[in-house]
């Protein structure tokens, strides 16, 4: 699926979306972005209230996902320990949409969903403002490797080195800005 490698485009300022088709159902892929566990094999573990208000917690820790690779010293504390993300759900409408704060109300990041087919289109759009606009890099480099975890977890197939290519697009996305407003 060729869009599944593409590089987010930074639409707006503050703004970054990546677009990815995942094998569906629908449903499926909905239940890789609510349930704890299966979220956990590609992004995070933690709660998600699926509902607005509902509170969102995202718990981090890349050595479950790569448990076999050496972070890079910055990343260390989220490979080996891992860190919990809070935030809360904006709008929760299964199985096309979800919204929720990431770290506090400066980032708030969307997933849309999109039956194509056989086929799921997925639109994230994470919009950073305040603070966090200059992290938005980082934050695109961030989904867009999760990002491949899931498309290679729905896939069935292999997972890519987590770190080679977190440090591959974090090279690309800095090239990419702007991230200031």
């Known amino acids: 699926m060729k ?5 987010g485009k930074f639409t707006r300022p503050g703004e970054v979306r990546l ?37 969102a917690e995202f718990a981090m820790r890349q050595a479950n996902l790569a448990p076999d690779e ?12 891992g860190v919990t993300i809070k935030g809360r759900v904006l709008r929760c409408e299964p199985p096309h949409l979800l919204v929720f704060t990431f770290g506090g109300d400066d980032s708030e990041v969307t997933f849309e969903l999109k039956t194509q087919g056989d086929q799921v289109l997925l639109v994230l759009t994470h ?21 491949a975890l899931l498309v290679a977890e729905l896939e069935g197939s292999p997972r890519p080195p987590f770190w080679a290519l977190h440090a591959k697009l974090l090279a ?5 800005g702007p991230f200031s407003t």
Not at 37 to 54: I, S, T
Not at 127 to 146: C, I, M, S
């Open 3 to 7: 869009n599944n490698e593409q590089h």
């Open 19 to 55: 677009v990815r088709t995942l094998p569906g159902p629908i449903e499926r892929v909905w239940q890789y972005l609510t349930d704890p566990e299966k979220r956990a094999r590609w992004f995070a573990g933690g709660l998600l209230e699926q509902q607005p208000g509902g509170r």
């Open 70 to 81: 050496t972070p890079p010293d910055k990343y260390k504390h989220m490979h080996h320990s």
């Open 127 to 147: 919009l950073a403002q305040g603070e966090d606009v200059p992290d938005l890099g980082n934050f695109a480099t961030g989904w867009h490797t999760h990002l």
């Open 172 to 176: 690309d996305y800095s090239k990419l």
